[in-house]
């Protein structure tokens, strides 16, 4: 069953929302070459307790880290680690957190060094512009795949693949409620969209075959053909007058 939130609850998880986008404004600024996932997780760590964010994802299923932190050909679930960061690799960074028991999630897209190919900076508008058509489909009596429709032609189009292994989810007082909300499929199935549903929604995509395998840490999620990978996502809040994107400054 699809929880519905009143006015406040939504509030509640917006505040939540623009605390972690402060998060993610600062991270260009603390990304550089040479630093490893783990030390980029530790000072992201650092900011989250400053404003009294609490990590969804340390502690569970025994997972040890406050962010998920997937490079290059790692699609989602990259655990902070010793791999070090370099010139023209592509940065996947994803953070769910609650503040005062609320919650939002949110990952993002960056580069490393100045001199990235044209192909992979496109690449990367496609996955935005996937979650930006996603969240355009989530308004009231639409049907839950007609987000995962909108998702998986924007990427398609361009010759990209959309990962089959892995979702978006609901959230609320929980990191995942119901419903898990594919990047593909074909529209008007599924539930129908109401106003008070709050969506995680976060294509993943690849620049080469869909297909995905976990590393043995039994998280980190890599391409099955070691293609770069994008990751992005906001946590959104449907309403009468249209989606309002809870993890987006302004």
């Known amino acids: 069953m699809i929880a519905i939130k009143n006015k406040l609850t939504i509030q509640k998880m917006q505040a939540a929302g623009f605390e972690l986008s402060q998060v993610f404004e600062m991270i260009p600024s603390l990304l550089h070459e040479e630093m490893t996932t783990l030390e980029l997780n530790n000072v992201l760590e650092s900011e989250l307790r400053k404003r009294n964010l609490v990590s969804q994802t340390k502690g569970y299923k025994s997972y040890k880290h406050a962010t998920c932190i997937s490079v290059n050909e790692e699609v989602v679930h990259g655990v902070p680690g010793s791999r070090v960061i370099r010139n023209g690799d592509l940065i996947k960074v994803d953070i769910c957190v609650a503040l005062k028991g609320y919650c939002a999630d949110m990952a993002r897209c960056f580069f490393v060094g100045k001199d990235i190919d044209s192909d992979l900076r496109k690449f990367v508008d496609v996955a935005k512009k996937s979650l930006d058509l996603g969240i355009q489909a989530a308004i009231p009596g639409n049907r839950l795949t007609d987000i995962s429709f909108a998702i998986q032609q924007e990427v398609e189009k361009h010759g990209f693949g959309v990962v089959r292994d892995f979702a978006g989810h609901g959230i609320g007082k929980r990191m995942h409620e119901e419903p898990q909300i594919l990047n593909y499929g074909n529209p008007g199935e599924g539930p129908v969209l109401r106003e008070g549903m709050t969506f995680a929604i976060e294509p993943m995509i690849t620049q080469g075959d869909y297909r995905v395998v976990v590393k043995?840490?039994?998280?980190?999620?890599?391409?099955?053909?070691?293609?770069?990978?994008?990751?992005?996502?906001?946590?959104i809040a449907i309403t009468s007058s249209g989606p309002k994107i809870l993890t987006r400054l302004g």
């Open 216 to 235: 043995s840490d039994g998280w980190t999620a890599v391409t099955k053909d070691s293609s770069f990978a994008a990751h992005v996502e906001d946590t």
